[in-house]
């Protein structure tokens, strides 16, 4: 069975940063595109970023572009995404997801919350 | 950037009654584009790809149409579980993805 766990979200001041992590099992990791995927409270969906099979290829929408860094690791079947610079607009539920042609799979998702 | 626009933002309908939900890409997207239900405090579930291929566990009332820049989903005879939201997204430019607004579907 496929399964994407995220964690290492929770609060966090503006400014600050907070890495998330997506364990993957259940399938060959390295096979794989992956990609972060947001939802602010009560908002619809917002692509964030996608990263390559082997890591080699990233992607960012312009609101994160220059602040996250998407990242694998694929001894490790883990997916990260280092979140800098951190602003309340990017408060959110944050999935890992796996991509085919489309986005196929979710994780349960994770909160972040940016406040002081 | 490809913007994805839903109609309409909600939807009421009764049991048993048909629902039709729009969605229109600003340019071309050929037929590269999904959707996605989502229900309260779930992660979204790939309903349909391909503008017209429902994904695994998804019932034949569900159906897709369109290509280029416009899509329709149809519910034919709404079921209680089906009361969600709604999204569409393309990913015509793979890996990059743009979803429209969603389009909630509720209890009239």
């Known amino acids: 069975e496929v399964q994407l766990l995220e964690s290492g979200g929770g609060l966090v001041q503006p400014g600050g940063s907070l890495r998330l992590s997506c364990a993957a099992s259940?399938?060959?990791?390295?096979?794989?595109?992956m990609s972060w995927v947001r939802q602010a409270p009560g908002k619809g969906l917002e692509w964030v970023s996608s990263?390559?099979?082997?890591?080699?290829?990233?992607y960012y929408a312009d609101s994160v572009k220059g602040r996250f860094t998407i990242s694998r690791d694929n001894s490790k079947n883990t997916l990260y995404l280092q979140m800098n610079s951190l602003r309340a607009e990017d408060t959110a539920v944050y999935y890992c997801?796996?991509?085919?042609?489309?986005?196929?799979?979710w994780g349960q998702g994770i909160l972040v919350t940016v406040s002081s | 950037e490809i913007v994805m626009t839903q109609s309409p933002a909600t939807l009421s309908v009764s049991p048993g009654e048909r629902a039709t939900l729009s969605c229109r890409a600003s340019?071309?997207?050929?037929?590269?584009v999904a959707w996605y239900q989502q229900k309260f405090g779930q992660a979204p579930r790939l309903l349909m790809y391909?503008?017209?291929t429902r994904a695994t566990g998804f019932p034949a009332r569900f159906s897709g149409s369109g290509s280029g820049t416009e899509f329709t989903l149809t519910i034919s005879s709404l079921q209680s579980e089906d009361f969600a939201v709604y999204y569409c997204?393309?990913?015509?430019?793979?890996?990059?993805?743009?979803f429209g607004p969603g389009t909630k579907v509720d209890i009239k």
């Open positions: 340019q071309s997207v050929g037929s590269n």
């Open positions: 997801v796996r991509l085919t042609g489309t986005i196929e799979c």
């Open positions: 391909g503008a017209s």
């Open positions: 259940g399938f060959t990791f390295s096979t794989y595109g």
């Open positions: 997204q393309q990913y015509n430019n793979w890996p990059l993805f743009t």
């Open positions: 990263i390559s099979g082997s890591g080699g290829s990233t």
